[in-house]
T-cell receptor, first 112, second 112 residues
């Protein structure tokens, strides 16, 4: 089946620095790319998303980039804080089949 | 405001026993509904989706079934549990396809 590859699986960064997570997808018809944050024992929560008619989106210390040619999208967290430590999941969807394909997740660890 | 409730919070069941998990959404009529499965520390796998009452589509075959008996209710069930069914089951809703998905608190299932 279709896959979304997400790297790295674990990311350790110093507090105050930036963190980047990359995802690639297979289906060129994918047109919606959300990013979810999941804290231990909690449910996933949307932090930012981008649609295929955009290349860049920014909100509250988060930047997401989309390269449709390369079928790649990425999340960049600037000025990381301890509260940013969590699992992050990317996903890609295609309108026609109501299915959201999820990446394998990145465990982000912010070192003080 | 919309709320999503899942029950039970946790279940411990024997292999071969039946299972029924429930999800209710209040405050939103005709939501899109989704069931997800998440292995411990793993990614999310979409199991089912429903865009209207009485209609449920399967995304993967995991010896599970789902039903939507009411507009605000989504049920996940099986007659015979397998060890591989252990995990975290999440219900989610969205206003429309391609919109943010809001997740419930989840049900932790342990099959022994």
């Amino acid at each position: 089946g279709e896959q979304v590859e997400q790297l790295p699986s674990i990311l350790r960064v110093q507090e105050g620095s930036s963190a980047s997570i990359n995802c690639t997808y297979e289906n060129s018809a994918s047109n919606y790319f959300p990013w979810y944050k999941q804290e231990p024992g909690e449910n996933p929560k949307l932090i930012i998303d981008i649609r295929s008619n955009m290349e860049r989106k920014q909100t509250q210390g988060l930047i997401v980039l989309l390269d449709k040619k390369a079928k790649r999208f990425s999340l960049h967290i600037t000025d990381t804080q301890p509260g940013d430590s969590a699992m992050y999941f990317c996903a890609a969807s295609v309108d026609s089949n109501y299915q959201l394909i999820w990446g394998s997740g990145t465990k982000l660890i912010i070192k003080p | 405001a919309q709320t999503i409730h899942q029950w039970p919070v946790a279940e411990i069941k024997a292999v071969g026993s039946p299972l029924s998990l429930g999800c209710t959404i209040k405050g939103k009529s005709s939501p899109n509904l989704y069931w997800y499965w998440q292995a411990t520390g793993g990614t999310l796998q979409q199991l089912f989706y429903s865009i209207t009452v009485g209609q449920v589509e399967s995304v993967v075959q995991l010896n599970l079934s789902a039903s939507r008996p009411k507009d605000d209710q989504f049920i996940l069930s099986t007659e015979k549990l397998l060890l591989s069914h252990s995990g975290f089951y999440l219900c989610a809703w969205s206003r429309d396809w391609g919109d943010e998905q809001y997740f419930g608190p989840g049900t932790r299932l342990t099959v022994l």
